[in-house]
């Protein structure tokens, strides 16, 4: 006698899509066997004559093998019991028509076949059929009904066609979860012509049919390809909520190979994937290089901190005055060398730069949020332009070869002092003298997830009941995944030869209030009112990263080079220093940023 191991025993009790149709195909041979033999005896008041029961076998291999056939046709071997409904009872009843319809139309042709045969049998085993094949999959979805009463039972749209549809399909068939695939809506054009074919036996659609198909499937859920741009989950997502749809995921492949469903965020529904991201200029450029990284424990610092860690860093220097934050990034990367200072103490900085011997310094750290710099602007002012003056002056003092300053949109045309402070110090990087070092500067937009964007405000709120406070309804910002910004950064500074200022490329500018709407559909289960307080000071209603006066391009579609302003250095360093101790900010910030428009004047 054979003993199973915990493994194989598993094995045996876990559910699978091949073990249900082995099970129907079995369970429906020998009913079918049953009712036909059943229907003989009914015909004949349960006394058989012989000669009829002389052909029975040969008939009954014709009967049950068009029965399987027709069956297995409609899909009826495929679906999960739990989900067995009307839809798959009337695929079940056509099967059968089907079946019994091809079985009179052989007896008319070829009567001899069934000779001797009772041609009532056909109207009696049809209705056995029905009876005994449709009771097995009510039995037990009922007996699964009781066992699952708590269960939500989601018939769900599959949007998106991909290499990993089907091992999506697979994984929700043989696995417990709450999502039953009925129906796979192509949205890619090079699927189009898939539209009204099947995929692992469950037909695919197009997008247009998505309204009619949540009615007549009474579908509650909806799984969206992870491999998808981000203007098709757009379009999908805006018909899927229009329809009343809130149970929105979407998939993703793990690195063992298998799909797995997880929700559907914001972050994703806007974020823009540039095309060319080229990890391995990326990893030439940090592989075994010493890097310093200042503002190291903000949202933009630590995600450059980890993308060189990921990259193969030999060594990080990492600098930022939260002690907090510090620590956070100090714990994810334990053997990167930790700073605690501030960036306008010279001294300090130079000394930490000199003993770092980077090949690389990457300055991140700033204060960026416009309210708080346009009522703290000494404050400002000292940090963003005299901070990022000491590291790059120290920088070229100890011939670090590469310099990357992180800047900003709101440096362009600035109506705030954060993004006149950013101007000045694109100026400064470009006019200094850099002797042995390069210093490239790079400038982008907001990113998706950084701790001064706007959608953990907006969840909070949700959260609590609303109302979501915007502060103008034409308000447009860009946005990028801070991931993906980031790598680009780092692109854009392998391919620097010196004196650059890169831009960019951040997609289409997107409404706030779109973006508050969104957010409503995506997370609140009650309705949210939106309230306008008017635009803060320094505030811009649209963000600008003058794409279109580029000066020339690179070899990356997302990357472009902006004209270079000259300043003559002494005389920037002179308006630098009468900044600093000026007591009308606003003028002193105007004569190096003749651009600069505070916002109301």
Sequence with gaps: MRIYTNQEKTYLLTPSNTKRIVFFLISDFFLSLFTLYSAYLLRFNFDIPNEFLTPFIDIAIIFISLKLFFIYHYKNYSIIWRFYGLEEAKKLFFALLLTYGTIALIYIIIPSLFSPFPRSVIIIDLL?????????????RILLGMNTSHEKLNPTLLIGISANTTNLIKSMLETSNDYYPVEIIALQEKNHNMIGSNLNNIRISSIREIPALIKQKFITAAIIDGSLPNTYVREAYKILTDSGIRNIKRSSLLSDGKETITSLSVEELLARHPKDLDTDTIKKFIYEKSILITGAGGSIGSEISLQCHQFGAKKLILIDHSEYNLYQIGEKIPNAALHLCTITDYDVVNQIIKGANADIIIHAAAYKHVPLCETNMHTAIMNNIIGSQN???????????????????K???PTNVMGATKRIVELYAQNVDPRNSEIVSVRFGNVLGSSGSVIPKFKAQIEAGGPITLTHPEVTRYFMLISEACQLVLQAAAIARGGELF?????????IVDLAQTMIRLYASQPIEIIYTGLRPGEKLYEELLINDSEQKTSYESIMIAGSTHYPIEELKEDIKKL????NIIEALQKIVPEFQPSGT
């Design 128 to 140: 056995l059929s029905l009876i005994f094949l449709g009771g097995l999959r009510l039995f037990k």
């Design 411 to 413: 440096a362009v045309r």
């Design 391 to 409: 590291i790059i002056n120290s920088a070229i003092a100890n011939n670090v070869s590469k310099i990357v300053i992180i800047s900003t949109d």
């Design 503 to 511: 831009i960019l490329d951040m997609g289409e500018s997107v409404k």
């Design 580 to 583: 600093s101790e000026s007591t």
